[in-house]
């Protein structure tokens, strides 16, 4: 291999996909990219970018139907086991196996690489070393945290020394806290091994991190190069605006995506982050004090693809008035505690949802936040303690409490196999719609979530943008006071999330009550008030701004993932456990 080829060199690749539709999807086209070695880099894009498929073409595990594709010098196309035996790939679901311990985990991924005994005894300490999973040797997969699964998954993937390291989107679905650990294990092994990583993220400020960025629009190139040269796209076009006092500043976020010369807005620190299109004044002209602020890599990113995407100022979802029938609040927590066996997962919280409030309900993986969820929604009975929804005791008249509200599980309850129509169909039908009002109501979801394209298509093909459009449609079927959201944007890319949540705000001002648990901090923002939660426990709560100076010992202007650290940090410093 020449010493100043890249490792990683694609030139012209193409790939595509035939749908069972029979509609062929161009996943990459003529895409030419260098990865160099020794460096961390970022993989980015919207949905559909082909961030995947340009990994599994990396791993050998496909072959491009065009082009040439080097990977550590070795031709992909007439070598993908020569490829294979000297990279490391994680995807985006690991194969774990629950059943087995974390010891016996590794052990069958060291059997499958070949790793020796003496290369297991050098390696499997800096394994546990660097994922801190020594202590957890012999617990079962299925029994840890999702951070310290993946933590488990990495050290899988790592049991062989690799000179390239793939992850594909490898903190989705994990807390703040665990991402961060994460990072620090993927930056050492850069640092101090001189490890080549590729990794595709979601969370565009973990692409500001790395050394070098590629980001993908629809299979193409749109840029490679520096994370700060993408920031730069942006100089001189963001600012920060006050919303009007008493004003949340998701409503003026929404006023400003209605604007042309919006390239794009997002609450930040109780004001809007606002990058205007060259040109633009806006916000100015509305009597609205701009501050300017720098570019940082995520403006960039959107400005990149602004013109390229259409983006979706057309997400209100207009509903029926909520009546209140007279209740003091939507969602009342008393004290209320959950065990499993001698395990409790929620442990004495109390907490109360105001009606058209937005709730977030934050924590780290396996904090209690899905437990307390069930248990509003009757799906779960508490040990003890009392749980009002929409003054109904959710004890006594479970059924009658879910009646009123709307549930979007972690992971999309749709069913794979039907397809747009059938699931609405199907959700309609379990709450008991009939008649003219169903197909009224089916109609209402069809045209406000836009979904007259894909009334064929099964759950199972649609991009995670629809699947989360669906689900959310779904919900909303029978016009619920109240809505749950349990993490409904992870995995989700930028574009998305925006959209979503330019529904729930939508929703919120229309006097629907939101609750929401998400792992994206900076969605924490968009909330009227916030509780944190670890160990089954709620450790703070009240207003973004509130919880936000939790974590200024840490930064002078702290961000809510700075205040979220903190806030758990110190409590596992006080109450010492083992808490994954």
């Not at 590794?106 to 499958?112: E, P, T």
């Not at 059924?399 to 509200?405: E, G, K, N, Q, W």
């Not at 529904?503 to 929401?516: F, P, Y």
């Not at 509780?531 to 009240?542: E, H, S, T, V």
């Amino acid at each position: 291999m020449n010493a100043r080829e890249p490792a990683l060199q694609a030139r012209g690749i193409s790939k595509g996909f035939l749908q069972p539709t029979g509609e062929r999807i161009q996943a990459l086209e003529d895409l030419t990219i260098d990865v160099q070695h020794g460096e961390l880099t970022a993989l980015v894009g919207p949905d559909g970018a082909g961030k995947t498929t340009l990994m599994r073409l990396a791993a050998g595990l496909m072959l491009p139907d065009q082009g040439t594709l080097h990977v550590l010098g070795i031709d992909v196309r007439e070598h993908p086991q020569a490829v294979q035996d000297a990279i490391s790939y994680m995807p985006q679901r690991f194969g774990l196996y629950e059943d087995l311990s974390v010891a016996e985990n590794v052990d069958l991924y060291a059997d499958l690489h070949g790793v020796t005994p003496e290369e297991r005894a050098q390696r499997y300490p800096l394994l546990m070393e660097m994922t801190a999973l020594g202590s957890f040797r012999e617990r079962l997969a299925g029994r840890l945290s999702g951070g310290m699964k993946q933590k488990l998954g990495l050290a899988c993937t790592l049991v062989r020394s690799p000179r390239l390291l793939l992850l594909d989107e490898p903190t989705v679905g994990v807390d703040p806290l665990s991402r961060r650990e994460l990072w620090e294990i993927v930056q050492r092994l850069v640092s101090e091994q001189s490890l080549t990583v590729l990794v595709s993220t979601s969370y565009l400020d973990e692409a500001e991190r790395c050394q070098r960025c590629i980001v993908l629009h629809r299979g193409q190139l749109l840029v490679q190069g520096y994370p700060a040269e993408v920031a730069q796209r942006a100089v001189g076009q963001v600012f920060r605006i006050a919303p009007v006092p008493g004003q949340p500043a998701r409503v003026l976020q929404s006023q400003l995506l209605e604007r042309p010369d919006t390239i794009d807005a997002v609450p930040e620190g109780g004001q809007v982050r606002y990058v205007r299109a060259p040109g633009g004044d806006g916000a100015g002209a509305q009597g609205l004090i701009l501050h300017a602020v720098p570019p940082r890599f995520e403006d960039g990113f959107m400005t990149l693809l602004s013109g390229k995407v259409a983006r979706e100022v057309g997400s209100t979802i207009a509903v029926s008035p909520v009546h209140r029938d007279g209740a003091r609040s939507a969602v009342r927590v008393d004290r209320v505690v959950k065990r499993f066996g001698k395990f409790t997962a929620v442990d004495e919280i109390s907490f109360e949802v105001q009606a058209g409030e937005i709730f977030g309900l934050l924590g780290p993986n396996g904090a209690g936040k899905t437990t307390t969820f069930r248990m509003l929604c009757g799906l779960l009975t508490p040990s003890a303690g009392e749980l009002y929804v929409a003054d109904t005791d959710v004890r006594r008249a479970a059924a009658s409490a879910r009646a009123r509200l709307g549930y979007v599980a972690q992971k999309f309850s749709l069913y794979g196999a039907l397809n747009v129509t059938e699931n609405l169909e199907f959700f309609a039908s379990a709450y008991g719609l009939r008649g003219a009002r169903m197909r009224a109501r089916i109609d209402w979801a069809i045209e406000q979530f836009e979904l007259g394209d894909k009334l064929l298509i099964t759950s199972a093909q649609l991009p995670g943008g629809y699947k989360q459009r669906l689900a959310m449609a779904a919900a909303l079927l029978h016009e619920p006071q109240i809505l749950f959201l349990d993490e409904p944007t992870s995995g989700a890319d930028p574009l998305a999330r925006r959209a979503f949540w330019a529904r729930i705000t939508s929703l919120a001002q229309q006097g629907v009550t939101v609750i929401v648990t998400t792992h994206f901090m900076e969605e924490a923002e968009y909330c009227d008030r916030i509780a944190i939660m670890d160990a089954g426990r709620i450790l703070a709560q009240g207003s973004p701004a509130q919880v936000r100076q939790m974590g200024r010992s840490q930064q002078a202007e702290p961000t809510m993932d700075d205040a979220f650290v903190a806030v758990v940090s110190r409590s596992r410093q006080e109450t010492p456990r083992a808490l994954q």
